[in-house]
């Protein structure tokens, strides 16, 4: 499905700006656009991958990927049908799945990188997307948001006084995108139209990556075990997280009280009469500080857990991080030619008007069904392109407040959609699948039911 995706946009380009005379500016956007794919992206990410690549191979050898995948087997299995018990692939996919619910998307590309490497071992059909691969990427696309960091980082630099308001409206309506996403694919990989081939009688011998050799084919069954001095060092390690935790949310358990206090001091003393802060307000605040607490210490505690672990374990840390650190620039390479293919006929279209035009065709019509025309461009941008709805979602702010119904809308929006073109474009060119099958289409549905949940819930809540 990107193959008339990725020449439409080309053709589009080449012939709106031809008509608008904006070529030099289509010619300037499709230079730009390569080199920001490989300089902006592609090797930044390459540091990136080899530290997370090395974390994941240091908790594969440790047990602790087959653990997690141990304490998800019911839901995994009713996800993954295809993938074999006990799989590395499970943990890894769950470890993505938790690091995007807490916003962590620089920790859980990596970690869905090298699941996509493990479903690829598994894959009969090499270059054709399977279904598990599918799945994986919707659910990826579509991922339930406990903080939607970033949208929230614009409200507050903008002088939001509630930027922490959209996070309970973002896990709403990623929740409806999530149901959506995992429907749809499910549905979708039962037409004929994206069934899979059979199974090949006597399948061609697979071509052997170059990291192959040095990445374990399994994670080993049963570890060195924890001695007793190893244990007491994981219990103090445990204590002094939990300390660390209450340190820093302790702000927030301290504004709860002085707000307990803010309400019963007028019944105490009659003199005061400003309006008390409302008992749910306090509460959502709470929530609000402990989860950004716990994402905050998320990326500390794999940082320090998995190396102390796997070295109580008996493995040897250093070496192995190394080993599976090496398959980062590599991982970092073999997605080149994708980004430069996406991001070239994107940024092309985009510096064309294509989008611009969009906008004025479709206004009138969704305006009439209450759809707010201002937040068009932003909706039509996200699946291509996160910098550039960024960049939209900051004008929005500019515009109309950081604290109006647009500015919330589009937070909100932008904390429980995807870049589901770059997205699959990563996933996908990591593995080297050119035949996406319908992942594009349960991406753009779980998108689609995401901004219509959005703007749905944000006028329940704000309007």
Not at 124 to 149: K, V, Y
């Amino acid at each position: 499905m990107l193959n008339p995706i990725w020449l439409s946009l080309l053709l589009l380009a080449v012939f709106i700006g031809g008509f608008s005379g904006n070529l030099g500016p289509v010619t300037a956007a499709a230079a730009d656009s390569a080199k920001n794919a490989v300089m902006g992206i592609a090797l930044p990410l390459a540091g990136w991958f080899a530290l997370w690549l090395g974390m994941m191979r240091l908790a594969e050898l440790a047990g602790l990927v087959n653990v997690l995948a141990r304490l998800l087997r019911p839901l995994m299995r009713r996800l993954f049908p295809d993938v074999p018990e006990g799989h590395p692939a499970l943990g890894a996919m769950a470890l993505n799945m938790a690091a995007n619910m807490l916003g962590l998307g620089n920790a859980a590309t990596p970690l869905g990188l090298k699941a996509m490497k493990h479903l690829e071992g598994l894959n009969p059909h090499p270059g054709l997307a399977s279904n598990a691969m599918c799945t994986f990427l919707a659910i990826n696309t579509a991922s339930i948001q406990l903080i939607p960091a970033t949208a929230i980082g614009i409200l507050a630099v903008n002088g939001s006084t509630r930027p922490a308001a959209i996070v309970p409206s973002a896990l709403l309506a990623t929740l409806c995108a999530f149901t959506a996403g995992l429907v749809s694919v499910k549905f979708l990989e039962k037409l004929p139209r994206f069934k899979l081939p059979p199974v090949p009688a006597n399948p061609a011998p697979r071509k052997a990556e170059p990291e192959a050799a040095d990445a374990p084919t399994e994670i080993p069954p049963e570890p060195t075990p924890v001695s007793r001095e190893g244990r007491y060092l994981l219990a103090l390690y445990a204590l002094a997280m939990a300390a660390m935790f209450f340190i820093l949310a302790f702000p927030a358990l301290a504004n709860e009280g002085f707000a307990t206090l803010h309400a019963a001091l007028p019944r105490v003393i009659p003199a005061f009469s400003f309006e008390p802060l409302g008992p749910e307000l306090a509460r959502l605040h709470l929530a609000t500080r402990l989860l950004s607490v716990a994402g905050l210490l998320a990326l500390p505690f794999a940082f320090t857990f998995f190396p102390l672990y796997a070295w109580l374990r008996g493995v040897k840390v250093y070496e192995e991080f190394v080993e599976g650190a090496r398959e980062g620039f590599q991982v970092a390479t073999r997605i080149i030619p994708f980004l430069v293919a996406i991001l070239v006929a994107v940024g092309m279209f985009r510096s064309a008007g294509g989008i611009g035009l969009i906008s004025k065709a479709l206004g009138p019509v969704l305006g009439a069904v209450g759809f707010p025309v201002d937040l068009l461009p932003m909706v039509l941008i996200r699946p291509l392109s996160g910098s550039a709805t960024t960049g939209i979602f900051t004008e929005i702010v500019h515009n109309f407040g950081a604290d109006s119904l647009q500015a919330l809308m589009a937070g909100t929006i932008f904390g429980s959609t995807e870049t589901t073109f770059y997205v699959l474009a990563v996933y996908f060119g990591s593995v080297g699948i050119r035949k996406t099958r319908h992942a594009v289409l349960a991406g753009l549905t779980a998108d689609c039911v995401g901004v219509i949940a959005s703007i749905a819930v944000c006028r329940w809540l704000f309007a």
